[in-house]
C-alpha cells in the first residue's frame, strides 16, 4: 500500500524563480491538502483541493498556487521566490471530507532552499 | 481563525518515566483533535487523535485526553523509551462546509535520557 509520495526530496531555487513541487496521495485517498513548514515550527496550512478544486485556504499570497489531477494527484506551484519561501513543504492526503474524521496522512516532504 | 498552543516547548524525562505535553485551541467549532510525531528529517506521522464527542483514547502505552469546556486536549506517553525521543505536534480541526484544515501548534521537543 504506497504512501504519499512527494517529488523533488530537495531544491534549490533563487529569488524571483518559480518552483513546482508535486504529490501523489496515499492508495485511496482523493483529497490533497499542503502545509509549509518552517526550521523549528509547526507545519502552516496553505490549502486543501477536493474533486480538482481549492476547497480551503490558508493565510499565504496568491503566488502560491496548486492544482488537482484527475487521478488525485496535485501540484503545489510558488512564483516569485522569496528567501521566507524557504521551508519543507508538506503534502497530506486523506479520504474527503464530508465523510466522517478522516485522518491526514503525511508524505516525507520538499525541502525548498532559496538562495 | 483557529489558534493553538502548546506546552512545553522542550520536555526531558527519564527512561520509564511518564511524560505529558498539553495544548489549548480557541475555536469551540473545532472536532478532531490529532497528534503528531515527527523524528528528524522525518514526515509528520500520526500516532494518535480523538473526536470532540470523546473524552480519552488510549493506545497502549499512548492516550489523550479532552476537554472540551476548557478548549484543551493533552497527550500522556507512559514508560517512555529512548525510541520515543522527537518533535510532538498536536492539531485542531476545523470542519467548515467547504473543507476542513488542521491548525498545528508550535511542538514539543521530547527527549528521553536512557
Known amino acids: 500500500d504506497a504512501g504519499v509520495t512527494q517529488s523533488p526530496t530537495h531544491l534549490i531555487k533563487t529569488r524571483g524563480q518559480q518552483v513546482t513541487l508535486r504529490c501523489s496521495p496515499k492508495?485511496?485517498?482523493?483529497?490533497v491538502s499542503w502545509y509549509q513548514q518552517a526550521l523549528g515550527q509547526g507545519p502552516q496550512f496553505i490549502f486543501q483541493y477536493y474533486e480538482e478544486e481549492e476547497r480551503q485556504r490558508g493565510n499565504f499570497p496568491d503566488r502560491f498556487s496548486g492544482h488537482q489531477f484527475p487521478n488525485y494527484s496535485s501540484e503545489l506551484n510558488v512564483n516569485a521566490l522569496l528567501l521566507g519561501d524557504s521551508a519543507l513543504y508538506l503534502c497530506a492526503s486523506s479520504l474527503g471530507y464530508g465523510q466522517g474524521f478522516q485522518p491526514q496522512h503525511f508524505g516525507d516532504g520538499t525541502r525548498l532552499s532559496i538562495l | 481563525g483557529e489558534n493553538v498552543e502548546q506546552h512545553p516547548s522542550t520536555l526531558s524525562v527519564q527512561e520509564g518515566d511518564s511524560a505529558v505535553i498539553k495544548c489549548t485551541y480557541s475555536?469551540?467549532?473545532?472536532?478532531?483533535f490529532p497528534w503528531y510525531k515527527q523524528e528528524l528529517g522525518k514526515r509528520p506521522q500520526l500516532i494518535i487523535d480523538?473526536?470532540?464527542?470523546?473524552g480519552e483514547k488510549k493506545d497502549q502505552r499512548i492516550a489523550v485526553t479532552l476537554n472540551k469546556t476548557a478548549k484543551h486536549f493533552s497527550l500522556h506517553i507512559t514508560e517512555t523509551q529512548p525510541e520515543d525521543s522527537a518533535v510532538y505536534f498536536c492539531a485542531a480541526r476545523q470542519k467548515k462546509s467547504s473543507g476542513d484544515k488542521l491548525t498545528f501548534g508550535t511542538g514539543t521537543r521530547l527527549a528521553v535520557r536512557p
Open positions: 492508495s485511496g485517498h482523493d483529497t
Open positions: 480523538i473526536r470532540s464527542n470523546v
Open positions: 475555536d469551540s467549532a473545532s472536532n478532531y
